[in-house]
């Protein structure tokens, strides 16, 4: 698996391919009927928006990380391990990428809350409006996608406070004249 992270922490386009295809597959077996060339022409348009913002938020990390998709991805991994780095540059780059990601989470418990609402209602919705398939399906949904992103995203949290302190803690203290 973690071969997996690495190759497509390193080849963006990859990611964003498959998520476009899991989308065109999630869409298409909620909703049957229009041809998958059209829904995938759908998604594709509705998600350039979370492609640039995504790819926007990539471009930082790298400059954070030393400049390159692999400086980023030994991050990754170091982070993942919970290695913290010796060399100065490394623990430079480190710390600015975590200082980065911890400032982009301050908010991680509202927006988990907001996103299980939105979920929710959406399902509440599909279940008083749309067939069965699509109230279960987007039921189903709901309790995977709120409850996997809640999990993930206290686990990454944790990550980032635990390299944080160790950061800080192993930090030389500053020499006073």
């Given at each position: 698996?973690?071969?997996?992270?690495?190759?497509?922490?390193?080849?963006?386009?990859?990611?964003?391919?498959?998520?476009?295809?899991?989308?065109?597959?999630?869409?298409?077996?909620?909703?049957?009927?229009?041809?998958?060339?059209?829904?995938?022409?759908?998604?594709?348009?509705?998600?350039?928006?979370?492609?640039?913002?995504?790819?926007?938020r990539r471009r930082r990390e790298?400059?954070?990380?030393?400049?390159?998709?692999?400086?980023?991805?030994?991050?990754?991994?170091?982070?993942?391990?919970?290695?913290?780095?010796?060399?100065?540059?490394?623990?430079?780059?480190?710390?600015?990428?975590?200082?980065?990601?911890l400032r982009r989470t301050r908010?991680?418990?509202?927006?988990?809350?907001?996103?299980?609402?939105?979920?929710?209602?959406?399902?509440?919705?599909?279940?008083?409006?749309?067939?069965?398939?699509?109230?279960?399906?987007?039921?189903?949904?709901?309790?995977?996608?709120?409850?996997?992103?809640?999990?993930?995203?206290?686990?990454?949290?944790?990550?980032?406070?635990?390299?944080?302190?160790?950061?800080?803690?192993?930090?030389?203290?500053?020499?006073?004249?």
């Open positions: 698996m973690e071969r997996v992270s690495t190759f497509l922490g390193r080849h963006v386009w990859l990611q964003l391919v498959l998520s476009l295809l899991v989308a065109v597959a999630l869409v298409t077996l909620l909703f049957p009927g229009p041809s998958v060339l059209s829904v995938a022409v759908r998604t594709t348009i509705t998600s350039l928006g979370a492609i640039g913002v995504f790819l926007a790298k400059r954070a990380a030393g400049g390159s998709a692999d400086d980023l991805v030994a991050l990754e991994l170091k982070l993942r391990h919970g290695d913290v780095p010796t060399a100065p540059r490394e623990r430079a780059a480190m710390d600015a990428l975590v200082t980065q990601r908010h991680r418990v509202a927006a988990s809350v907001c996103l299980a609402v939105l979920f929710t209602a959406v399902a509440v919705l599909m279940a008083l409006t749309g067939t069965v398939r699509q109230a279960v399906g987007y039921a189903v949904l709901t309790v995977v996608f709120v409850g996997w992103s809640v999990h993930q995203g206290n686990v990454q949290h944790r990550r980032l406070c635990a390299m944080h302190a160790a950061l800080r803690d192993d930090r030389p203290a500053p020499v006073t004249r």
